[in-house]
């Protein structure tokens, strides 16, 4: 069971603007579940994992992003009413929702939706097994960084070639060194 991160980032290292709008959203060539090397990603991921921000604004999207798979959510507190059934609310800290994750019967793999402060808190945890970027053509300039100076930074190795995308954007896949 693989633990896989994988984030749209602008050319200067933002998730998402100030806005809070992901970086991914604004390429024109965006489309949910379909562009961006995504159907290929998801392959043997049967859970997705993310910190409440990431989280609450699928409870307000026109469709639930994330079809039949599991979903854990990260977080200190009770998820709103409105949460789905079977949405797991992983309160009892970042290492629980590693062991809640290994547990599973199915033995697939996670995508780690994000934000950053879940990728990090489950990286220090020794869990987070790839990260991938999809680094977009565009500057953002502030925002939220794909990694914050306080958390300590795992070493990269590159997998494969970098793959290109007709927006202009560039995938690029590494496995982490815990
Ligand atoms: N570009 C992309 O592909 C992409 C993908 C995903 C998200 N994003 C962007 O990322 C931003 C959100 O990222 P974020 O890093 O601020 O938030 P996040 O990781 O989604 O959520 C943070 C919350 O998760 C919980 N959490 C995180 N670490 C924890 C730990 N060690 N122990 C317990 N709880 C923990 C806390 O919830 P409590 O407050 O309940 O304690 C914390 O407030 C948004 O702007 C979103 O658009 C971008």
Known sequence: MRIKARMGVSVDGYVSGRDGIPALARSG???PG?????PEF???CDAVAMGRHTFLPALEAPSWPWGSMEVFVLTSRPLPDSTPEGVVAS?????????????RPSGGDVHLVGGPKTIQAVCQAGALSSLDVVVLPLLLGDGVPLWSAAAPPPALEL????????DGSVELSYSVEN
């Open 29 to 31: 060539a965006f489309v």
């Open 34 to 38: 379909r562009s961006h090397g995504y």
């Open 42 to 44: 998801i392959q043997g």
């Open 91 to 103: 309160t009892d800290g970042v290492e629980a929702l590693v062991r809640r994750l290994r547990s």
């Open 159 to 166: 997998v494969g070639r970098p793959r290109p995308f007709e």
